[in-house]
């Protein structure tokens, strides 16, 4: 194979036995990098370790993977095992991270982890879990990581050869093998210089068929469209009803091959399936996290096929999952980040931009961006596409598991690794200092609230451990023998409440059942308790406070009812319903596997996990028939 100056590079590293940080842009050919680690380690009988940041990537690689290197891919996710033997083995960063605490002696035969997406590292929510697999890294194991471009990986780099007794280089590629050509919609004109957007003046709106008509005759097809908004993406896709993108003998094709995917993943009479069906044959689609997994799976191979010629799509459909498309469109210019919706950075603009221009297939991509002068200025505008993309910062924020399992192995001596962390490596004298008084804090609560006593853990502190995110409320639960108690309805419903996050203004459904209220009354009041001692403590953000919209739809589904009556006792996406109740099941899981629950709870925890793990919420399932 001939590799690109930066994979060689790389490689070159890689054979000279250090490990390689890479930093290229979306679609530059990462990948090929770790295929190379991959099937040199399988030839020398030597151990991988893939992580990804989300579970859809995590599917997509062990597809890849298998096709290519067949039974010496394993995946190991909260909600999937298939082969974990395997001499290449992918999973989530957070699977990885919870075995470097829990079962360290089980990643001895791995020489090199590849963490995909790096930059990861600066999520808010879960960038925590990339610093603790960095700073804990078995010592055997050599590191790829795998970035979108950011201006400070030389620092990132360096961070990690402070901290490790090995040589960390840095590979750093700036060009596209497909350049991308920007082009812009503002006041229903279509313009190709930024320039042009400060001399307008009309009010006239932008129309969304001024943008397909003119992708589509001038060559500008097939187009990923992000918007970021489910409800819109379906709108959209509907507003093209009147397009027909497809020759009769490509419609035929394209309808074909849906009706049989839809029969291999048992969707035939699913209602979302047929709302797509006319849209699909006429070229049009939709992808959001809303939709069913298996849903988003048929669109995404028959995105593959190159039949499908306008999707539009929320940002999951960037992250890492090889599907490239001649033109990427944006809605505009601003999401929400979390707590609040802001412009777009620069590094999440180009991680989809990155979508456009197929390698092999086109001599550059196109990116067009519907401007609204009324919403976002024009500074901004050039600011988001044409300035530098913003640095990797540490989002540490170590969870009372992470610090139950270092005091285990450390005891006080914890807060000597706090100077190992990115954070420290980042911050000012002050910040190091809050941080600091923060793990104290956290140390304290739980010397307080009895998680640890005259320096070993005890039983609370050892089953807590083990519960990354949820892990106090459901362990105050366990030491007042309130899990011991509850059936499979009620473990279930506990499950599904820990995990589930409201949308904004979304309410609890009336007429929850009785025992459901109790059980809610009980975590309710552990909850509170937590909670005022946080306060107490200065502990921000507060834990997690358990949410019980979904309680009725559990119920449900654990009395055996179908998927499709299920979502009648719930507000929520069909899609949302079957990741949180996957997520349950991942929750369970930890329970049931930990090392303090009695063999009556496991028990219990493995009957509710079976009933809840079934057809479409069965994700092995999913993956094995794909």
């Excluded at 979108?148 to 960390?168: C, G, L, M, R, Y």
């Excluded at 505008?381 to 913003?390: D, N, T």
């Excluded at 105050?476 to 009620?490: K, R, V």
């Excluded at 949410?547 to 719930?570: I, N, P, V």
């Amino acid at each position: 194979m001939i590799y690109d100056r930066f994979q060689q590079e790389a490689i070159d590293y890689i054979n000279n036995g250090h490990s390689v940080i890479v930093s290229a842009p979306t679609g530059a050919g990462k990948t090929a990098i770790a295929e190379y680690i991959i099937s040199n380690a399988i030839t020398n009988n030597l151990g991988v370790i893939y992580t990804a940041p989300i579970k859809a990537l995590s599917n997509q690689k062990f597809r890849d993977f298998t096709s290519q290197f067949k039974e010496n891919i394993g995946i190991l996710t909260g909600d999937v095992s298939i082969n974990p033997e395997a001499p290449v083995l992918i999973m989530t960063t957070e699977i990885f991270r919870n075995k470097i605490f829990d079962q360290p002696e089980s990643l001895n035969k791995y020489s090199w982890i590849i963490f995909d997406e790096i930059h990861y590292i600066d999520n808010p929510e879960r960038g925590t879990v990339w610093e603790e697999s960095l700073i804990f890294l078995p010592k055997q194991m050599k590191l790829l990581g795998l970035s979108a471009t950011i201006p400070n990986i030389k620092q990132f780099s360096a961070w990690i050869e402070s901290i490790h007794d090995k040589s960390v280089k840095v590979v750093i590629e700036n060009n596209r093998p497909v350049p991308l050509h920007f082009l812009f919609q503002c006041q229903n004109e279509i313009v190709d210089k930024i320039e042009y957007l400060r001399r307008m003046r009309s009010n006239k709106p932008n129309k969304l068929s001024s943008l397909i008509e003119y992708l589509s005759n001038n060559d500008g097809l097939p187009a990923i469209y992000f918007v970021f908004s489910r409800k819109r993406a379906e709108e959209l896709a509907q507003e093209l009803y009147g397009f027909k993108f497809l020759n009769a003998k490509e419609s035929r094709a394209i309808t074909q091959m849906y009706e049989d995917l839809l029969e291999r993943f048992d969707l035939k009479n699913e209602e979302s399936a047929q709302i797509l069906h006319p849209l699909v044959q006429r070229g049009v689609a939709y992808h959001h996290a809303g939709m069913l997994p298996t849903l988003k799976e048929v669109i995404e191979r028959l995105f593959t096929s190159r039949l499908l010629k306008v999707i539009f799509t929320t940002e999951t459909f960037a992250l890492g999952i090889n599907m490239p498309s001649r033109s990427v469109a944006f809605d505009g210019l601003r999401k929400f980040y979390g707590t609040y919706v802001r412009n777009l950075k620069t590094r999440d603009f180009y991680q989809m931009a990155g979508r456009a221009g197929r390698r092999g297939i086109d001599k550059e991509g196109f990116v067009y961006t519907r401007v609204n002068p009324q919403r976002i200025n024009f500074e901004e505008v050039r600011r988001i596409i044409f300035g530098s993309p913003e640095e990797v910062k540490s989002q540490l924020n170590t969870s009372y598991a992470t610090i139950l399992n270092l005091y285990e192995k450390y005891k006080e001596d914890l807060f000597q690794i706090y100077p190992l962390s990115l954070h420290y490596y980042q911050s000012k004298k002050n910040e190091q200092k809050q941080a600091l008084n923060l793990l104290d804090a956290k140390l304290r609560l739980l010397k307080e609230l009895g998680y640890i006593h005259e320096g070993s853990l005890t039983e609370k502190g050892k089953f807590a451990k083990t519960i990354y995110g949820y892990e106090l409320v459901l362990s105050e639960l366990y030491e007042e023998n309130i899990l011991e108690q509850l059936d499979e309805f009620g473990l279930g419903v506990i499950a599904a409440s820990v995990v589930f996050d409201p949308r904004k203004n979304q309410r609890m459904p009336s007429g929850i059942s009785k025992s459901s209220r109790s059980i809610k009354n009980t975590c309710e009041e552990a909850y509170d308790k937590i909670k005022n001692k946080e306060r107490r403590y200065k502990i921000y953000p507060f834990s997690k406070l358990p949410y019980f919209h979904l309680c009725s739809a559990m119920e449900a589904w654990l009395r055996g009812t179908s998927f499709d009556k299920t979502l009648q006792f719930t507000d929520c996406d069909e899609g949302e319903v079957v990741r949180y109740f996957r997520m349950s099941v991942q929750v369970l899981r930890e329970i049931a596997l930990g090392p303090a629950a009695s063999y009556l709870l496991k028990d219990k925890t493995k009957e509710t996990i079976r009933v809840i793990n079934r057809d479409i919420v069965d994700a092995e399932k999913q993956l094995r028939e794909g």
